[in-house]
Nanobody, 124 residues
Framework: QVQLVESGGGLVQAGGSLRLSCAASGRTFSSYAMGWFRQAPGKEREFVAAISWSGGNTYYADSVKGRFTISRDNAKNTVYLEMNSLKPEDTAVYYC?????????????????WGQGTQVTVSS
């Protein structure tokens, strides 16, 4: 069992940057693959990025590739999402997710644990 708490969301102008953090409880954090999803108003939840338990493998949605970077610090039980060159279409609630399954999934059902979400708003 793992509990996830996101932080770092806020309001930023287009072209700006934000770094989201996700603090995980539990002693087996390093066993979990982690990821981020987002959901904009009136839209379906969509995959953003994922990282393997070791941090050695990452996977990004095409819409954020080259602008967002996912990383993790297993000593701090924390996963990060560095977001640069933000666009108004990045506005959404961002959710941290975790799974013990192998591989890096991009479907909501691939992840067993979800945080409460943090709002990111990008103004034009």
């Amino acid at each position: 069992q793992v509990q996830l708490v996101e932080s770092g969301g806020g309001l930023v102008q287009a072209g700006g940057s934000l770094r989201l953090s996700c603090a995980a409880s539990g002693r087996t954090f390093s066993s979990y693959a982690m990821g981020w999803f987002r959901q904009a108003p009136g839209k379906e939840r969509e995959f953003v990025a994922a990282i393997s338990w070791s941090g050695g493998n990452t996977y990004y949605a095409d819409s954020v590739k080259g602008r967002f970077t996912i990383s993790r610090d297993n000593a701090k039980n924390t996963v990060y999402l560095e977001m640069n060159s933000l666009k108004p279409e990045d506005t959404a609630v961002y959710y941290c997710v975790a799974t013990l399954a192998s591989g890096l999934g991009f479907r909501s059902g691939d992840y067993d644990y979800w945080g409460q979400g943090t709002q990111v708003t990008v103004s034009s």
